[in-house]
T-cell receptor, first 110, second 123 residues
Framework: QSVLTQPPSASGSPGQRVTISCSGS????????VNWYQQLPGTAPKLLIY???QRPAGVPDRFSGSKSGTSASLAISGLQSEDEADYFC???????????FGGGTKLTVL | QLQLQESGPGLVKPSETLSLTCTVS??????????WGWIRQPPGKGLEWIGS???????YYNPSLKSRLTISVDTSKNRFYLKLNSVTAADTAVYYC???????????????WGQGTLVAVPS
């Protein structure tokens, strides 16, 4: 049971917009920056969003991140079949003195 | 282009020590801008941070694993290492090594990852 709560699944049709939430607390998301990772089937995770809302080079602007209070969100617009993957949020947990990952959300493109 | 590669046994007996090496190529491990970390993922489950180290040997460990864990670095070989003692079937996972950008601290920005290596501990 992670200290960061993500919905286990999400889905959308091609072209639609989907959002994935990551709920935490004042001792993690409320204090520190959030990063998001995309894990395509059978591959290593890939940094998708860093410092709440920044995209690394090469990540399409269809992907965006936001943070408010003790929650963060990942939005994917113009959904494509290749976006079908697992998505994880990550943040430093002050009370645990550790990196904490969300449980992950499996995104299905219908 | 920075690359990380995990290596080590794919099968470890219960109660023994799991030992993995991460070899960094295409860049130096000796930079103050980065830490180097281990993350694992049990089959079909989520990610778990194991611990991190910098080139000076400063470490941060997951409290849940700390009593069994040693992470070390060899800058001359551009490698860092994981040792996990007294393993059980619960330690079966894909183990990843990764680089951590510490421009913003505390950091969870794992910007380069190895491909991962599956380590099985039979029950």
């Amino acid at each position: 049971q992670s200290v960061l709560t993500q919905p286990p699944s999400a889905s959308g049709s091609p072209g639609q917009r989907v959002t994935i939430s990551c709920s935490g607390s004042s001792s993690n998301i409320g204090t520190n920056t959030v990063n998001w990772y995309q894990q395509l089937p059978g591959t290593a995770p890939k940094l998708l969003i860093y410092t709440n809302n920044q995209r690394p080079a090469g990540v399409p602007d269809r992907f965006s991140g936001s943070k408010s209070g003790t929650s963060a969100s990942l939005a994917i617009s113009g959904l494509q079949s290749e976006d079908e993957a697992d998505y994880f949020c990550a943040v430093w947990g002050d009370s645990l003195n550790a990196v904490v990952f969300g449980g992950g959300t499996k995104l299905t493109v219908l | 282009q920075l690359q990380l590669q995990e290596s080590g046994p794919g099968l470890v007996k219960p109660s023994e020590t799991l030992s993995l090496t991460c070899t960094v190529s295409g860049g130096s491990i000796s930079s103050s801008n980065y830490y180097w970390g281990w993350i694992r993922q049990p089959p079909g489950k989520g990610l778990e941070w194991i611990g991190s180290i910098n080139y000076r040997g400063t470490t941060y460990y997951n409290p849940s694993l700390k009593s069994r864990l040693t992470i070390s670095v060899d800058t001359s070989k551009n490698r860092f290492y994981l040792k996990l003692n007294s393993v059980t079937a619960a330690d079966t996972a894909v183990y990843y090594c990764a680089r951590i950008d510490v421009t913003v601290v505390p950091s969870t920005m794992f910007d380069y990852w190895g491909q991962g290596t599956l380590v099985a501990v039979p029950s």
